[in-house]
């Protein structure tokens, strides 16, 4: 099992000065580093946060409107809805397709966004320990959503070795084949070095999508 070359985070535009200065954070840690603590934080870190937010940073965290709690309860299997915002927001994440990170990109219309398009084979060289892999949006419950749980996050090593076999075991999941690609890679906590595997950054205004064929930048240059 092999990943792309590339791989993708997509983040908002006024987020990039803290992740050249600070890499890319989940949200946990930015609450940590913001220092808030009770009521405020249990509703942007355990509960489904409706607004685009700034923390005290000036750092801001996005909404996650296709979260609704009642559809998580339909979904999910061995955790409460709460438990599960807990779980992502605990995580970064990044795109292996581009189309996802373009859809991604349409939800956050019309604020400016920066594309970090990263070597994704450097990041699990230095990272394999914390990187864990998903075959579905985990960020989206609308429609009809897919069955999901802790065990949807498939750590590296055994999904390089086994697949999703994990997954649907502990999930009572029919088998998905070996190959069946990933949606999502994920790594607990962040990335701190993240500016090490950035092969190029680009920049989306209102209105503009994502291509390989739009101008990039080095995070040096920038």
């Known amino acids: 099992m092999k990943l792309p070359q590339r791989i993708y985070h997509l ?14 954070l989940s949200t ?18 355990c509960c489904q946060r409706l607004e685009h937010t700034e923390l005290p940073t000036g750092v801001y965290l996005r909404d996650q409107k296709p979260l609704p709690a009642a559809a998580l309860r339909k979904c999910l299997v061995g955790m409460t809805p709460f438990e599960w915002y807990a779980l992502i927001n605990s995580k970064v994440f990044f795109w292996l397709d581009v189309d996802r990170l373009n859809r991604q990109r349409d939800a956050c219309e019309p604020r400016p966004q920066v594309v970090l ?37 498939v750590p ?9 076999i994990s ?42 999508q994502f291509s390989h064929e739009m101008p990039s930048w080095r995070v040096g240059t920038l």
């Open 28 to 45: 946990t840690v930015l609450l940590d580093r913001a220092g808030l603590r009770g009521e405020r934080r249990n509703r942007l870190e």
């Open 167 to 208: 997954e649907g075991g502990r999930l009572g999941l029919p088998a998905k084949r070996p190959n069946h690609p990933p949606v999502e890679l994920t790594v607990a906590e962040g990335v701190t070095d993240i500016v090490r595997f950035v092969v190029g950054v680009h920049h989306l205004g209102p209105g503009e």
């Open 11 to 24: 983040a908002e535009a006024a987020n990039w000065p803290s992740i050249r200065r600070n890499g890319l």
């Open 156 to 164: 590296y090593r055994t999904w390089a070795e086994s697949g999703w």
């Open 117 to 153: 398009e990263v070597d994704a084979m450097r990041l699990v060289a230095h990272h394999s320990d914390r990187i864990a892999l998903s075959r579905i949006n985990t960020g989206n419950a609308r429609r009809r959503p897919a069955t999901r749980g802790r065990s949807t996050f």
